[in-house]
């Protein structure tokens, strides 16, 4: 059997990252689709994900559990360490991921495929505000990292994502798997 791949979403925060995901999880049924655990409080929309405390957080990453896990916003994101041995079996993972951790990932992962989601500024700021997750202040400060540049000579696949989700997920599966178009 020949190995899978982690695709690593990333894109600003906003910019539908999860959106995204999810529909090319319902076109794709053999993506897994993966479950990060999150120093935030449960519940509060968007992706699904195992909420943990900092201090429960810091024992699960010194005991293994994740296979890459980063800071990014006040908050610790861990990727589950079982992912790897789904794509080492063969699957195609789809994890969102952090910009700031893909030199991470790619020592992890051989087979990464990196796509990076975009969108206009307005389209981040009106997105931003009605999730209704963060303050003002940190509106801001998420919107000051939405240039923030993907690491060099890491290949990636990117898509803006202003209009129609259904459109977008189209041309990210296209992007992915060319083959199946």
């Known amino acids: 059997m020949s190995s899978g791949r982690l695709i690593a979403v990333v894109g600003p925060s906003g910019v539908g990252k999860d959106s995204v995901m999810a529909g090319l999880a319902r076109a794709c049924p053999a993506l897994r689709l993966v479950r990060r655990t999150i120093t935030r409080a449960p519940g509060l929309g968007g992706e699904e994900y195992d909420a943990v405390t900092p201090e429960a957080f810091d024992v699960m990453a010194r005991a293994g559990a994740f296979c890459v896990h980063w800071s990014a916003h006040?908050?610790?994101?861990?990727?589950?360490?079982d992912v790897l041995d789904d794509v080492r079996a063969?699957?195609?993972?789809?994890?969102?991921?952090?910009r700031g951790a893909l030199a991470d990932a790619v020592q992890v992962f051989?087979?990464?495929?990196?796509?990076?989601?975009?969108?206009?500024?307005?389209?981040?700021a009106h997105r931003l505000a009605g999730r209704g997750r963060e303050p003002q202040a940190e509106i801001a400060a998420r919107l000051a990292q939405?240039?923030?540049?993907?690491?060099a000579g890491l290949a990636a696949i990117t898509i803006?994502?202003?209009?129609?989700?259904?459109?977008?997920?189209a041309r990210a599966l296209a992007a992915l798997q060319p083959r199946r178009s």
Not at 74 to 81: E, Q, S, T, V
Not at 160 to 169: C, E, I, Q, Y
């Open 146 to 151: 939405a240039e923030k540049p993907l690491p």
């Open 74 to 81: 006040g908050l610790r994101y861990g990727i589950p360490a």
């Open 160 to 169: 803006r994502n202003d209009g129609p989700l259904d459109d977008t997920v």
């Open 110 to 124: 051989p087979a990464l495929s990196v796509l990076n989601i975009t969108a206009s500024a307005d389209t981040l």
């Open 90 to 98: 063969g699957t195609d993972c789809l994890a969102n991921f952090s």
